[in-house]
């Protein structure tokens, strides 16, 4: 009876310890899935603080975009403006250069006719 309680002592001794060994390892196994879960937060938090950060940026970019629309709108406007003014200037000044040049024609002709005249007027005294 003595070696069936030494067997039996036996028995659970090793059983115990196959249990606590098993134990250990199951809470290693728990320990380094709750430092991989925990690494993937941290991942995780520092993805979103980028997300966060590029999505301010994106929005400042939009709000530049809409406004450099904008001002580009009211330049493109003014441009169209003076433009068509400039065209003005250059039809009046080429129309004043052609009135002036058919003036000078005139007077040279005048001139010729005058001194024709005034010449004839002489030979007559």
Same mark, same amino acid.
């Given at each position: 009876e003595r070696e069936r309680e030494g067997g039996e002592q036996l028995v659970c001794y090793l059983a115990t310890t196959e249990m606590s060994q098993s134990g250990a390892a199951l809470q290693e196994y728990n320990n380094e899935l709750v430092k991989c879960i925990e690494d993937l937060c941290t991942k995780r938090d520092e993805l979103h603080r980028q997300?966060?950060?590029?999505?301010?940026?994106?929005?400042?970019?939009?709000?530049?975009?809409?406004? !450099?629309?904008?001002?580009?709108?009211?330049?493109?406007?003014?441009?169209?403006?003076?433009?068509?003014?400039?065209?003005?200037?250059?039809?009046?000044?080429?129309?004043?250069?052609?009135?002036?040049?058919?003036? !000078?024609?005139?007077?040279?002709? !005048?001139?010729?006719? !005058?001194?024709?005249?005034?010449?004839s007027l002489k030979q007559k005294q």
């Open positions: 997300i966060l950060i590029e999505e301010e940026e994106k929005s400042k970019i939009q709000h530049d975009i809409r406004i !450099l629309t904008e001002r580009l709108a009211k330049v493109n406007e003014s441009l169209a403006k003076k433009m068509a003014a400039r065209n003005d200037y250059d039809r009046t000044v080429s129309e004043t250069e052609t009135a002036y040049m058919k003036i !000078l024609d005139s007077s040279q002709s !005048l001139l010729k006719v !005058l001194k024709k005249e005034s010449s």
